[in-house]
């Protein structure tokens, strides 16, 4: 959060909460660290397991169904592999 106009922005937000700077730019930044956790800790790309992340009044993350479906073909295929490698 380091443009002059985030700095401004947060000061405004802070100030008409009537907390400190610092606490409004937390409680911002911790979405976006428990956004980075999500897909970075419970996405199981060998699964096929994407979750959908929904943060109201912002976006939805999600990985479209067609990718999904591709990214299990291709971890079948490397699985496949890997066992013909072991014979």
Do not use: C
């Given at each position: 959060?380091?443009?002059?106009?985030?700095k401004?922005?947060?000061?405004?937000?802070?100030?008409?909460?009537?907390?400190?700077?610092?606490?409004?730019?937390?409680?911002?930044?911790?979405?976006?660290?428990?956004?980075?956790?999500?897909?970075?800790?419970?996405?199981?790309?060998?699964?096929?397991?994407?979750?959908?992340?929904?943060?109201?009044?912002?976006?939805?993350?999600?990985?479209?169904?067609p990718?999904?479906?591709?990214?299990?073909?291709?971890?079948?295929?490397?699985?496949?592999?890997?066992?013909?490698?072991?014979?």
């Amino acid at each position: 959060m380091k443009h002059i106009h985030t700095k401004v922005a947060i000061k405004n937000i802070a100030s008409q909460h009537n907390v400190t700077a610092q606490d409004a730019e937390n409680v911002i930044t911790s979405v976006f660290e428990w956004l980075r956790y999500v897909i970075s800790e419970e996405t199981d790309r060998d699964e096929g397991y994407f979750p959908t992340i929904r943060i109201p009044g912002f976006a939805t993350f999600y990985v479209p169904k067609p990718v999904q479906e591709k990214w299990k073909e291709i971890n079948d295929k490397k699985n496949i592999e890997d066992e013909s490698d072991r014979i």
